[in-house]
């Protein structure tokens, strides 16, 4: 990041950046050294084609990913709040997507005591874990295409209506947020990294990009995402897994959700509660 310290528009990058703030990383200055710059955001919204102006070859090789910030009521500016706890997130080379899923599916599955409804709710799959879903189809959409465009997309239809540019130091989008130490799904998961590994994972398996981060919401673009129900529905099992108050607050069971919110859908955005 210190390269847009002196360079602020990007211009070295081949960037026109708007104007905007580098967001230091969180901890105390020491001997008298500024804190090492941690992400930058952009000051104002930004608008329809913002995210595909600032995705280029030359900031992929710089080592940063442009993904977009959205404001939440009463949280507004959250990123400027010191939210951003890197120092406590793990790696995601350590882990690996299969035994996170499957210790995140345990912590949510319904108890056996909640009967009918419970199992109805987890419905075709038992209390087992039904393992990795297979990835999508072998030919998708060019991933960073549809990332630009779900973007827009969201932007258009006041979905993200103040979202901020915003570029984050991160090999890969998928550690955007452990990368920045985001703690939006601390009341699933306080580190980081094990979103990262299930994001990764998406990446490689469905043409995944993470898109926009809010607070506590997340929208990732998909290229190749399941195109039937049977394929859907262990994509769905996954999502309950990485994001329950997907299902529990909002579709009710995860045949709904598949049905609803995965099956040829380019736009899996997700909440914690």
């Not at 910030?69 to 507004?76: I, S, T």
């Not at 993200?160 to 130490?181: E, I, Q, Y």
Request: hydrophobic share 40%; glycine share 10%.
């Amino acid at each position: 990041m210190s390269v847009l310290a002196d360079d602020p528009q990007g211009r070295s990058l081949g960037l026109e950046l708007p104007s905007g703030v580098l967001v230091d990383a969180p901890g105390r200055r020491r001997w008298g050294k500024a804190s090492e710059p941690l992400l930058w955001v952009s000051d104002e919204a930004v608008g329809v084609g913002a995210l595909a102006a600032h995705r280029s070859p030359a900031l992929a090789a710089a080592g940063l990913q442009a993904v977009l910030f959205q404001d939440r009521r009463g949280l507004e500016r959250w990123w400027q709040e010191r939210e951003f706890r890197p120092e406590r997130m793990s790696d995601p080379d350590d882990h690996h997507v299969e035994p996170v899923l499957r210790e995140f599916w345990s912590a949510v599955v319904p108890d056996p005591e909640e009967g009918a409804e419970g199992e109805e709710l987890i419905a075709p799959f038992g209390r087992d874990w039904p393992g990795l879903a297979e990835g999508g189809p072998q030919a998708p959409d060019d991933p960073d295409a549809v990332a630009c465009g779900l973007a827009d997309e969201l932007i258009a239809s006041g979905a993200l209506p103040s979202p901020r540019l915003a570029l984050v130091p991160a090999g890969r989008g998928a550690d955007v947020p452990t990368v920045m130490g985001w703690g939006g799904p601390a009341n699933h998961e306080n580190d980081t990294a094990l979103i990262s590994t299930v994001l990764r994972s998406w990446e490689d398996r469905f043409g995944a990009r993470v898109v926009a981060l809010g607070f506590d919401e997340l929208h990732v673009s998909v290229a190749a995402p399941p195109r039937t129900t049977a394929h859907a529905l262990p994509v769905a099992a996954e999502h309950f897994a990485f994001s329950p108050d997907n299902i529990w607050q909002g579709s009710g069971s995860i045949r709904a959700y598949a049905d609803e919110a995965v099956t040829g859908s380019n736009h899996w955005g997700f909440w914690w509660d």
